[in-house]
């Protein structure tokens, strides 16, 4: 038994070293231009005195912002309706979902261009909301986490006069932060990787999130490219440091149910 311990500790350390060791040699390099010394100039640069590093963080966060807003606003009524409600073909429709929701992205990109281009949306920031609120994924984890809830809970809140909104507000939802939290997070994370999206939808450079426009920091100026990486790495950073616990609850509980 104590030299499983061992092993097993040595192996998590040795997948902790390879997993934090790329952040860390982009954070020493940061600090190093190729002139020599350690200087503090180019996040000057990037978090301060050039605006369109900043000025294209916070377009990429208003992306996101609106990504997670609209993706759990579908979530949360889907959800509800796939794991409380009785209609027909329910089951069906759940199968499809989880269909859709293994797909890789490249096969909805045209399909989706196709849609956006009926609509007038491409070339706008539209085109890279409006599908992603109709990811799959966040529906399927919240109808796996409202299964918990027991029936009779939602039968004594409906005798005492709730309707669909109180009942998701004061009782449903409450009950199942850890799941919304989980939506949360990988729908915001979803959004701020994007690639793919933004290349097949938009044509001016100028809309680009970050994501994509850190690709275009001048080659020329290696510091300054691992600057902006730094700063792209930051959100995702502090949600996983600070929502850890309810990221695991929300997933396991997806998985148990």
Known sequence: ?????????????????????????????????????VTFDYYYDVFLGSPQYLLRFWKSMGICLCIVAG?????????????KCDFPGKNGLLFVLMILMVLPLQVTLAPNYIMLDKLGLLDTY????FPSVFIPLGTFILTQ???????????????????????LTK?????NSSGLVC????????GWNMVEQPIAYIKDFVRYPISVALAYVPPTDPTLQLVCCILVVIPPLFLFTYFNRELVEGIVLAEVK
């Open 126 to 129: 539209s085109a890279l909301i």
């Open 71 to 83: 993706q759990l606003v579908v979530s949360i009524l889907a959800g509800y309706g796939f794991a």
């Open 1 to 37: 038994m104590k030299r499983t311990s061992v092993f097993s500790g040595a192996f998590a350390l040795l997948l902790s070293f390879i997993s934090i060791a790329p952040f860390v040699y982009v954070l020493t390099l940061s600090f190093l231009p190729a002139s020599g010394g």
């Open 145 to 167: 986490s409202f299964k918990s809830v027991s029936d009779d809970i939602i039968d004594a809140a409906k005798l005492d006069g709730c309707g669909l909104f109180g009942l």
């Open 171 to 175: 009782v449903v939802l409450p009950m």
């Open 183 to 190: 939506v949360t997070l990988l729908s915001f994370l979803d």
